[in-house]
């Protein structure tokens, strides 16, 4: 029994899919089949049953899910403290980060990390940032780059890097667009386009409202920002957005309001941290920031 067949049975877990499994670790279908096949012939069990166009866990896999994702992490726990010992930079680091910040805000930093420790594999998940947070926590992210929450777990480390101010905003050619001195009353008479009600960004947004008592019309929730920004610029609605993905596109509303969402990193100190994990901690809390 190898490493790699529990690796491709959480994935498959994870996905639902041999097909998105074989595209996230990077191999074939059939290798991805073939080790999961080891694994029900090791344990003597069905894992997955065909289910359309693809597979459904079985009762049994639920079961060994858990114990192999504890298994894994205490296995990368004495990968990591070996590291330590040696006090090398090295091995493979897995990071979480929203697609925003991992489009808009990481590169430089990340194509630094890569130029200065090439012995790190750098494994790059694109997730939203509230199941970053909580993989984070379930210890299947060793680092996440995220939109911080308004209200943090005690457990996690937070650093804020961004400050990512907030505007309302709308297509040239909407109602509001040249209306002057609005308030959040004015809104609430058009449809919106938001995140859905669990992301951060909303629940900034939708805290506002709730100050003045009211609430908008939602008419459709897209949880990527580029997603919503397109949207907005036809003319579905107003949304809001971080001030950098306004282009000539868009137009930002006259609205006496100041939000702001903080971007940043999270780890759980309450894991062994690798040296791999430690260098991008302090790259990023540099003075190139």
Known sequence: MNLAAFEAFVKVMETGSISLAADQLFITQPAVTKRIHSLEEYF???????????????HAAHSLLPKVKNWLNELGDIHYTLSHEQGQVQGKLKIGTSHHIGLHHLPSHLREYVQ???????????????????????????????????????????VTIWNDPLVFVVAPFHPLAQQKNLSLEDLVNYPSLLPSAQTYTTQITMAEFEKQGIKPKTTMSNNPLESIRMLVSIGLGWSVLPKTLVNHDLQELDLNLEMNRQLGMVWHPGRTQSKAAEALVQLMQGPSI
Do not use: C, M, W
């Open 44 to 58: 003597g069990v069905k894992l997955f049953e065909s289910a359309g166009r693809g597979v459904q866990a079985t």
């Open 116 to 158: 200065q420790y090439p012995n790190v594999t750098l494994d790059v998940h694109f997730v939203d940032s509230e199941q970053a947070h909580e993989q984070v926590i379930a210890g299947d992210l060793e680092l996440a780059f995220l939109t911080l929450p308004p209200h943090g777990d005690e457990r996690l480390k937070y």
